[in-house]
């Protein structure tokens, strides 16, 4: 099973971070919570740190854990792992995803999410 951590990042007008894969990538176009695979012996918020400086530039803190799902189809075992995240700073630079964007919780419906990062949209929209 691959185990992966995402971040659940609100800035403070209530906007959540969500970005979308990359043209080439797996799953390109669509939309996930960022973050990336847990190395070995990293927790899930070392990987948020990581992760998310390398791909998007930013500089986030984790907080506490959000939400476990297991995703499994035919080629795959995923284990995402979500935390919320604090914004600390850093001009966004994409360099595994096409796009980015701030979305309020009700607009979050509109995109089509990976499947491991359903469960969380729907959390999020439905208050957690």
Known sequence: MIEVAAAIIENDK??????????GKSLAGLWEFPGGKIEKGETPQACIVRELLEEMNITVTPGELFGVNEFVDKTVQIRLIAHKATYIGGQIRLVDHDEFFWAQRDELGQFVFAPADVKFVEMLRHGA
Not at 14 to 23: F, P, T, V, W
């Open 14 to 23: 209530g906007q959540i971070l969500i970005a979308k894969r990359k043209e």
